[in-house]
């Protein structure tokens, strides 16, 4: 197992360095592989996240293809790595330690409940935080990159998430730009870097999410024929892109929130299967599968640890969640208020392939092939792609 990189390694410091070159300020130190000096010169800074894109997977499949000819680094992502944990990173520039942003499931105590923290619904179904009466804005409480530096600042989004109460509350002063599909992507993209007039020369910053390549690996995993396709697609895409966009002085970086891992029926640990460690839970299963944060009742600590450790010893580590955070797994300096409430007391680290899940009485069970969020090279290790036009 790896561990995220915080100093200088990570995509916490690849947003620090892009801060600073838009005129802005970090607290984070800056990427070692790639200081802030070398992106400020560029007229137009474009980062490109691919959600799902393993640094070892991309080296693997496609060695001779331009994003491995323009990988000038490998990064970590954060903990867990997954990306409800690192898009907020790639939005605000903060690691989870600061975001509070911790799985697919986040409790969050001032709501009450378990909830799905991008779709921004409770686990259990009902309305998104708006329809509730909720300000995301002001429950998430986190400064957006567009309000960090001071050029312009545009967000190409997919159109059915775009304006979903997460992604507009990490907005900021920034702009947002929908497209449906690969090509629409690039295609308004670079309609925004070529401008006109004055807006040509004006300096930007322009962050690209496409989201396919993980649900592909989810649905049919990272060895499959369709996640090769459409690493080709999304490659010849760029080459497209990179053509279309010459000679308006961009820095193309290209990066991902996690890589995956594949999985069999087998890898599964099932909670269903061991009702004396679910009884001594509070709340759900929270944060991922590989991953899991537990809520214990008072006074079962040490029957659940002792479960653990006796009948899924050779499956799975139990580990304080205290410790995770201590020794820094979920970022360095400063913590955002509510971060113990939000890993639980105990988080669940399966080993080898292996996820842990429980499905409540609601949930119709599912299986997913490729998973993330753990400590693996497979889904802790991004690479870092640099391209210029």
């Given at each position: 197992?790896?561990?995220?990189?915080?100093?200088?390694?990570?995509?916490?410091?690849?947003?620090?360095?892009?801060?600073?070159?838009?005129?802005?300020?970090?607290?984070?130190?800056?990427?070692?592989?790639?200081?802030?000096?070398?992106?400020?010169?560029?007229?137009?800074?474009?980062?490109?996240?691919?959600?799902?894109?393993?640094?070892?997977?991309?080296?693997?499949?496609?060695?001779?293809?331009?994003?491995?000819?323009?990988?000038?680094?490998?990064?970590?992502?954060?903990?867990?790595?997954?990306?409800?944990?690192?898009?907020?990173?790639?939005?605000?520039?903060?690691?989870?330690?600061?975001?509070?942003?911790?799985?697919?499931?986040?409790?969050?105590?001032?709501?009450?409940?378990?909830?799905?923290?991008?779709?921004?619904?409770?686990?259990?179904?009902?309305?998104?935080?708006?329809?509730?009466?909720?300000?995301?804005?002001?429950?998430?409480?986190?400064?957006?990159?567009?309000?960090?530096?001071?050029?312009?600042?545009?967000?190409?989004?997919?159109?059915?998430?775009?304006?979903?109460?997460?992604?507009?509350?990490?907005?900021?002063?920034?702009?947002?730009?929908?497209?449906?599909?690969?090509?629409?992507?690039?295609r308004r993209a670079a309609r925004v870097l070529r401008g006109w007039g004055r807006h040509a020369r004006e300096r930007k910053y322009l962050?690209?999410?496409?989201?396919?390549?993980?649900?592909?690996?989810?649905?049919?995993?990272?060895?499959?024929?369709?996640?090769?396709?459409?690493?080709?697609?999304?490659?010849?895409?760029?080459?497209?892109?990179?053509?279309?966009?010459?000679?308006?002085?961009?820095?193309?970086?290209?990066?991902?929130?996690?890589?995956?891992?594949?999985?069999?029926?087998?890898?599964?640990?099932?909670?269903?299967?061991?009702?004396?460690l679910a009884d001594c839970m509070l709340l759900p299963l929270c944060g991922e599968p590989r991953a899991a944060f537990c809520y214990v009742?008072?006074?079962?600590?040490?029957?659940?640890?002792?479960?653990?450790?006796?009948?899924?010893?050779?499956?799975?580590?139990?580990?304080?969640?205290?410790?995770?955070?201590?020794?820094?797994?979920?970022?360095?300096?400063?913590?955002?208020?509510?971060?113990?409430?939000?890993?639980?007391?105990?988080?669940?680290?399966?080993?080898?392939?292996?996820?842990?899940?429980?499905?409540?009485?609601?949930?119709?069970?599912?299986?997913?092939?490729?998973?993330?969020?753990?400590?693996?090279?497979?889904?802790?290790?991004?690479?870092?792609?640099?391209?210029?036009?």
């Amino acid at each position: 197992m790896g561990t995220p990189d915080y100093l200088g390694g990570g995509i916490v410091n690849l947003m620090s360095s892009l801060i600073q070159a838009r005129g802005g300020r970090s607290d984070s130190p800056g990427l070692c592989d790639l200081p802030s000096d070398a992106l400020a010169q560029a007229t137009n800074l474009v980062l490109l996240v691919i959600d799902g894109l393993g640094a070892d997977w991309l080296a693997a499949r496609s060695p001779d293809g331009i994003l491995s000819r323009a990988r000038c680094a490998t990064l970590t992502s954060v903990f867990p790595s997954t990306t409800a944990a690192a898009i907020p990173t790639f939005l605000t520039g903060d690691a989870p330690l600061q975001h509070g942003l911790t799985g697919w499931h986040t409790y969050l105590g001032e709501l009450g409940c378990v909830m799905t923290v991008l779709p921004g619904t409770p686990r259990f179904g009902g309305v998104s935080y708006r329809q509730a009466g909720i300000d995301p804005t002001k429950l998430f409480g986190s400064i957006p990159i567009a309000d960090r530096i001071t050029t312009r600042s545009i967000l190409v989004s997919p159109a059915h998430i775009a304006r979903s109460d997460f992604n507009l509350a990490h907005l900021g002063r920034g702009e947002l730009v929908t497209f449906k599909g690969l090509q629409d992507m690039f295609r308004r993209a670079a309609r925004v870097l070529r401008g006109w007039g004055r807006h040509a020369r004006e300096r930007k910053y322009l962050y690209l999410y496409w989201p396919r390549l993980d649900a592909i690996g989810h649905e049919q995993g990272m060895e499959s024929r369709g996640a090769l396709a459409h690493l080709r697609e999304i490659e010849q895409a760029i080459e497209l892109f990179m053509h279309e966009i010459a000679g308006t002085d961009s820095l193309v970086l290209v990066s991902a929130d996690h890589g995956q891992l594949d999985t069999q029926a087998s890898d599964v640990i099932d909670l269903a299967d061991h009702p004396e460690l679910a009884d001594c839970m509070l709340l759900p299963l929270c944060g991922e599968p590989r991953a899991a944060f537990c809520y214990v009742k008072a006074g079962r600590a040490e029957a659940f640890t002792r479960y653990c450790r006796d009948i899924l010893t050779d499956r799975l580590d139990v580990i304080p969640s205290a410790q995770l955070v201590e020794e820094g797994l979920l970022g360095l300096g400063r913590r955002h208020p509510r971060i113990m409430e939000r890993v639980g007391d105990f988080c669940l680290m399966p080993r080898g392939r292996g996820i842990v899940r429980q499905w409540l009485p609601f949930e119709q069970p599912h299986r997913q092939v490729g998973v993330h969020g753990g400590l693996s090279d497979a889904e802790l290790r991004v690479p870092l792609c640099l391209l210029r036009a």
